[in-house]
Every structure is written in C-alpha cells, then in structure tokens.
C-alpha cells in the first residue's frame, strides 16, 4: 500500500494544530485568573497584590482550575468529535466490553508499576531532582475535597486525553507514521507537565496511551485508563 505523500499544507495544518492547543490551553489560564483578579479588585476592593494573593487561596485556585479543565474538555471535545472523529467510529460497547476492561486495569496498575519504577530510577540517578519534586508535590497539596477529587480524578486527565491522545495525535497521524505521531504527542505531553520528573513519566505513559487508542481505534480506550 501506497503511503500519502506528505505535502507542506500537511506540515502546516500539524503545526498549527499544536499552536491552537498551546494557545487555547494559555489562553483559558489568562483570560481566568484575569476575570478573578477583576472581581477581587472591583468587588472585593483588592488592590492587585491582594487580588494575586488570593488567588493561592485552595479553594479558589481549585475553583479556577476547575473552570480551567472543565474549559478544555468542552472546547477540545467538539473539536474532536466533530472535526477529526471518523463517521464508522467503533460502538460504546465495544470499546468497554468486559475483555478490554479487564485489559484496561491491568494496563492501569501496569502504568502505576512503571510510573514507581520511572521515580525510583530517577531517585537514584538525580536524588536532587527527585528532592525538588517531592518538594513541589507538597507546595502542590490542596487537600482531598469533593472538588479536588473531580478536578484530578475526572476532568483534567479527560481534557488531556482530548488535547494530546485526540487533536495532537490524529493531526500527526495524517502526516507522519503511527509510531513518529505517537512519539510527538508524548513528548508533547511530557512537556506540559513543565517537571522533569512528571515530564518522564508523563512521556512513557503517553507511549502507552497513544497505542491504545491505536489498539482500540477509540480515544474512550484511553480515557477509561
């Protein structure tokens, strides 16, 4: 079979495509914490270094992080659904049936094994690096509310699966083989997370994403891991 040749309206389209989610991604973190700050300095009669200092509050930047993730699963999943979904897509069932759950959690505890074994490397190779991470994760701590739990259990990994398994991967698949595409939008992914050791394991785990969504033909297959 007869690769498509790929041509410099292709490259531009990938290209573009990534700029679009680097800029809605930043461009919904803007336009929140400037709306929050509005309010606190003409609501709240703040001035702006009070209005930044209480956006550390922990509820109110879990709020805003809410509306930020909550934000990227609706903008990113109509633009995959309606721009880049393929009209046979595989049945709901299908995707879910009780083999590929069973498959899903033993690839979940896989991902968890590798993600441990990902931090012990690093903690024996760059102890100081792993020292500045554990450091982050508790500067990171924002309890464990019913808010906290939707954010990160629910809507931020979603939002993901859409920006980088969904848009990034499926634009770079019309360019460059499977295997370059699923290597770009890890990388991608690891890249976002803006830690060296998120970043790590971040990577390896959107290698394993990416090939699911492959295996399955569905971007569910990654969302239910």
């Given at each position: 079979?007869?690769?498509?040749?790929?041509?410099a309206?292709?490259?531009?389209?990938?290209?573009?495509?990534?700029?679009?989610?680097?800029?809605?991604?930043?461009?919904?973190?803007?336009?929140?914490?400037?709306?929050?700050?509005?309010?606190?300095?003409?609501?709240?009669?703040?001035?702006?270094?009070?209005?930044?200092?209480?956006?550390?509050?922990d509820?109110?930047?879990?709020?805003?992080?809410?509306?930020?993730?909550?934000?990227?699963?609706?903008?990113?999943?109509?633009?995959y659904?309606?721009?880049?979904?393929?009209?046979?897509?595989?049945?709901?069932?299908?995707?879910?049936?009780?083999?590929?759950?069973?498959?899903?959690?033993?690839?979940?505890?896989g991902?968890?094994?590798?993600?441990?074994?990902?931090?012990?490397?690093?903690?024996?190779?760059?102890?100081?690096?792993?020292?500045?991470?554990?450091?982050?994760?508790?500067?990171?701590?924002i309890?464990?509310s019913?808010?906290?739990?939707?954010?990160?259990v629910?809507?931020?990994?979603?939002?993901?699966?859409?920006?980088?398994?969904?848009?990034?991967?499926?634009?770079?698949?019309?360019?460059?083989?499977?295997?370059w595409?699923?290597?770009?939008q890890a990388?991608?992914?690891?890249?976002?997370?803006?830690?060296?050791?998120?970043?790590?394991?971040?990577?390896?785990m959107?290698?394993l994403l990416?090939?699911?969504?492959?295996?399955?033909?569905s971007?569910l297959?990654?969302?239910?891991?």
């Amino acid at each position: 079979m007869e690769q498509k040749k790929v041509t410099a309206k292709d490259v531009l389209l990938l290209l573009g495509s990534i700029g679009a989610v680097l800029g809605v991604y930043l461009g919904i973190q803007i336009v929140g914490t400037i709306i929050l700050m509005a309010y606190f300095m003409i609501v709240q009669g703040c001035n702006v270094w009070q209005a930044a200092q209480a956006l550390y509050n922990d509820t109110i930047l879990m709020g805003l992080t809410g509306v930020m993730h909550l934000s990227f699963v609706l903008i990113f999943g109509i633009w995959y659904k309606f721009g880049l979904v393929k009209k046979n897509k595989i049945p709901f069932k299908r995707v879910y049936s009780i083999r590929n759950v069973a498959c899903f959690v033993v690839l979940g505890f896989g991902l968890q094994f590798c993600i441990s074994y990902v931090l012990e490397l690093v903690n024996i190779v760059f102890p100081a690096v792993m020292e500045s991470y554990m450091n982050l994760l508790k500067m990171m701590d924002i309890g464990n509310s019913w808010l906290t739990v939707v954010v990160t259990v629910c809507l931020a990994p979603i939002g993901e699966e859409l920006m980088f398994r969904g848009v990034i991967m499926s634009y770079a698949r019309k360019v460059m083989p499977f295997v370059w595409a699923n290597l770009l939008q890890a990388a991608l992914f690891g890249v976002y997370h803006m830690n060296l050791v998120q970043g790590v394991y971040a990577f390896v785990m959107g290698l394993l994403l990416g090939y699911l969504v492959k295996k399955c033909d569905s971007l569910l297959a990654s969302i239910g891991v």
